[in-house]
């Protein structure tokens, strides 16, 4: 299993940017697609980005299109999300997730990723 740590969050202002970053550690399985995934109080667990192996391929859900990066670099074992003109809406505990499959169908399939970080969280104030 990997080991994620998540970092970067904090409180902003609407419109405001924050870049997260999760460092990783440990075995790699064949799943390699990572993910950034966020869950808001009294709501359940959503996928908001995924990225294949080698960066190459980038989803993202809706709401954060065109707002959002995803990012990988596998020689630091580093994932990274850009946060730009950030609304109220995107405050939430946000994860890191790792060994998941790839895939329009898949990357944000909660149950498809075998490694998760405790999270931090992302506060926009109106």
């Known amino acids: 299993q990997v080991q994620l740590v998540e970092s970067g969050g904090g409180s902003v202002q609407a419109g405001g940017s924050l870049r997260l970053s999760c460092a990783a550690s440990g075995h790699n399985s064949r799943r390699n697609c990572m993910g950034w995934f966020r869950q808001a109080p009294g709501k359940g667990r959503e996928g908001v980005a995924g990225?294949?192996?080698?960066?190459?391929?980038?989803y993202y859900d809706d709401s954060v299109l065109g707002r959002f990066t995803i990012s990988r670099d596998s020689a630091k074992n580093m994932l990274y999300l850009q946060m730009d003109s950030l609304k109220p809406e995107d405050s939430a505990m946000y994860y890191c997730?790792?060994?998941?499959?790839?895939?329009?169908?898949?990357?944000?399939?909660?149950?498809?990723?075998?490694?998760w970080g405790q999270g931090t969280q992302v506060t926009v104030s109106s």
């Open positions: 997730a790792a060994e998941g499959l790839c895939g329009t169908e898949w990357w944000h399939r909660i149950s498809e990723y075998s490694s």
């Open positions: 990225i294949s192996s080698t960066g190459g391929r980038a």
